[in-house]
């Protein structure tokens, strides 16, 4: 059985997400960059399916499995350089 999204809300720190399961699950908007730096607008343009949240106009996708295993913006790791 999979889980599902029915909603996404935000507040100043933080995106919420209602599951098909009755539980809700939140993640801080640091995690995911375009959202923290997103309007309102934008955040409020997304697009829900059964595998994760998506918004066309921020390139921006983020999986339910990812969010309930605590993964946050994978793109992150690209911009972590080690030292040499």
Same mark, same amino acid.
Do not use: N
């Given at each position: 059985m999979s889980t599902s999204?029915?909603?996404?809300?935000?507040?100043e720190?933080?995106?919420w997400v209602d599951l098909d399961d009755g539980r809700t699950?939140?993640?801080?908007?640091a995690w995911f960059p375009r959202l923290?730096?997103?309007?309102? #607008?934008? %955040?409020?343009?997304v697009e829900i399916?059964?595998?994760g949240l998506h918004w066309e106009e921020l390139d921006e996708d983020v999986s339910i499995e990812g969010l309930l295993m605590g993964r946050r913006d994978m793109?992150?790791?690209? #911009?972590? %350089?080690?030292?040499a």
């Open positions: 999204a029915t909603d996404v809300r935000f507040d720190d933080h995106l699950i939140g993640a801080p908007l923290q730096q997103a309007s309102p #607008a934008q %955040r409020q343009a399916s059964p595998f793109t992150l790791r690209s #911009a972590v %350089r080690t030292p």
